[in-house]
């Protein structure tokens, strides 16, 4: 994938390891919402587990869509459901810091 995005023009930073920990993949998406200007595509390719997670703060029993960042082993059962990064927290985050710069960017998501 690094290949076929860099062919492409985009510039590819790999968070691997500890940087694919939870706090590591926060910190780069709030690094390429920052780094982005109008006009700007932005790939966002994750290739590692996945999870459903529920939203207790919510106090909703629905299940949500989640990235589990490779630090997940180290919590415990009860706070597995806070840890997981739930999609819909990492698209708030991204419309959130897209009203405040009152700019409009553009964010692309692919799946293969």
Avoid: C, N
């Avoid at 910190?27 to 595509?41: F, K, Q, R, V």
């Avoid at 459901?81 to 999609?87: K, L, P």
């Amino acid at each position: 994938m690094r290949a076929q995005l860099t062919r492409r023009g985009f510039a590819v930073e790999l968070r691997l390891g500890a940087r694919a920990s939870r706090a590591g993949i926060l910190e780069g998406l709030s690094a390429l919402i920052a780094a982005a200007e109008e006009g700007d595509a932005a790939v966002v390719y994750y290739a590692g587990h996945g999870a459903y997670t529920r939203s207790p703060e919510l106090g909703d029993p629905r299940r949500f869509q989640a990235l589990v960042p490779t630090d997940w082993g180290q919590t415990t059962a009860a706070d597995r459901h806070e840890y997981a990064i739930q999609m819909r927290i990492l698209l708030q985050q991204f419309h959130r810091q897209r009203a405040l710069s009152g700019d409009h960017r553009r964010m692309v998501k692919r799946r293969h």
